[in-house]
């Protein structure tokens, strides 16, 4: 299971990334340091700016760079019985497209895996404008549709602090949708991605064990549930 964010970005611990190969080190560097100072509004009106006449040249740009980084990365699933939802840098419709055979994409439903029914809820908050992103009201929506699951698999985590918060990009990323989801139903797992340094890693909702299973890059290490 694959939890969303199958390209790089912008990696917080190098500013290395799809950002920095479109728009360069200085631009990166300057944007980063901005968000990690908890200046969103200044970060906005860097990128607005950056972006300033130059609208569909870089939107050419970060399609094409996307789309190879799919075409890299995606290859490594053939053959594999995988599940994979969208995290909010990812543009699902082209990862669904570029998905080989074996490897399914999820998202607003519930799969059984070895006896377990397994929901999956993609997409991250708004932030930025991206097409993985989705409103808490969408959110909402997908896990209605779920009901109630065994685990249930998202990018986002739920809006609790230890787990939103990223102590190195200094952000805090959480979904009410889903912590109000954990409150009514209390599946007995929710494993999630998205924020790469949490305060903490494994959190307690009631009965629900909460569990961020990323980085992947950072750590090259999956997480075997048992």
């Known amino acids: 299971m694959i939890l969303g964010d199958l390209i790089n970005f912008i990696d917080y611990r190098n500013n290395e990334g799809i950002v920095t190969d479109v728009s360069g080190q200085e631009f990166t560097d300057q944007m980063v340091a901005l968000r990690t100072a908890g200046e969103a509004v200044a970060a906005g009106a860097l990128w607005k700016e950056f972006r300033k006449g130059r609208e569909d040249e870089l939107r050419r740009a970060y399609d094409e760079a996307i789309a190879a980084a799919y075409e890299e990365i995606l290859p490594v699933l053939a053959g594999s019985e995988s599940y994979v939802t969208f995290g909010n840098v990812d543009r ?29 809820a993609g997409g991250g908050i708004i932030s930025i404008g991206t097409q993985g992103e989705v409103s ?22 739920p809006a609790v602090w230890a787990v939103q918060k990223d102590v190195v990009a200094g952000r805090a990323k959480g979904s009410q949708a889903i912590l ?30 909460c569990r961020n299973v990323g980085y992947f890059r950072a750590t090259g290490r999956a997480w075997t549930h048992s």
């Open 136 to 157: 808490d009201e969408e959110m909402a929506a997908k896990l209605a549709q779920l009901g109630p699951v065994d685990m249930l698999c998202s990018h986002v985590p």
């Open 180 to 209: 109000d989801y954990l409150h009514r139903h209390q599946p007995p797992w929710h494993y999630f991605g998205d924020v790469h340094q949490p305060q903490a890693t494994t959190w307690r909702v009631g009965s629900t064990i």
């Open 92 to 120: 699902p419709a082209l990862m669904k497209e570029k998905l080989p055979a074996g490897a399914r994409f999820v998202d607003g439903e519930v799969v059984e895996i070895e006896g377990l029914r397994v929901g999956f």
